[in-house]
């Protein structure tokens, strides 16, 4: 009885791991897994107009079976050539080193702040109580390194 109770749990917990995942995939993940071959066919044959698209604010939308670009936002379109812009003009700072009154580093570390915060909320958003866990985890790291001196490339 132990046993068998013992064998379900480990069962159903190795489904869920990155190898189970991969040799015994649910209809979700083969699904999911054909839908990333159709985009990369899609993205294949025309990578200059999916650039074009995606700037457009066009997000990809199925048909049917097919993929397709979808209308264009105009409010997604210049969201997504400002941050482009942005962060074009953030790497040429920090590739130049040009740093104005600590302009480049502040801007940097809100970059890293961000990047963080985005890794720590996806985790902590999680149905897994161990991912939440470890994602406020995570985010508390954050926030002591946020505020502590030295260089702070994340949770350490």
């Known amino acids: 009885m132990l046993g068998t109770k ?3 749990a480990f069962f159903e917990s190795f489904q869920k791991s990155v190898i ?3 040799m015994m ?3 979700l993940d083969l699904f999911r897994a054909e839908q990333r071959g159709k985009f990369a066919r899609m993205i294949g044959d025309d990578t200059q107009g999916s650039i074009k ?3 457009e604010g066009r997000n990809v939308s199925t048909a049917g079976d097919a993929l397709q ?3 264009s936002s105009d409010k997604l379109a210049k969201t997504r050539k400002y941050a482009a812009g942005g962060a074009a003009g953030l790497l040429a ?3 130049f080193g040009f740093d104005p009154f600590g302009a480049t ?3 940097n570390n809100l970059t890293q702040l961000g990047a963080n915060t985005a890794i720590g909320t996806t985790m902590y958003g999680s149905n897994s109580k161990g991912l939440k866990l470890a994602g406020l985890g995570y985010l508390a790291a954050t926030a002591v390194n946020t505020f502590r ?3 702070n490339l994340g949770p350490q």
């Open 105 to 107: 580093s502040g801007v």
């Open 93 to 95: 700072a920090n590739a």
């Open 149 to 151: 001196d030295g260089d």
């Open 6 to 8: 013992l064998g379900e």
């Open 69 to 71: 670009w979808g209308d």
């Open 25 to 27: 995939p649910g209809p």
């Open 20 to 22: 189970g995942r991969n």
């Open 53 to 55: 698209n995606y700037f």
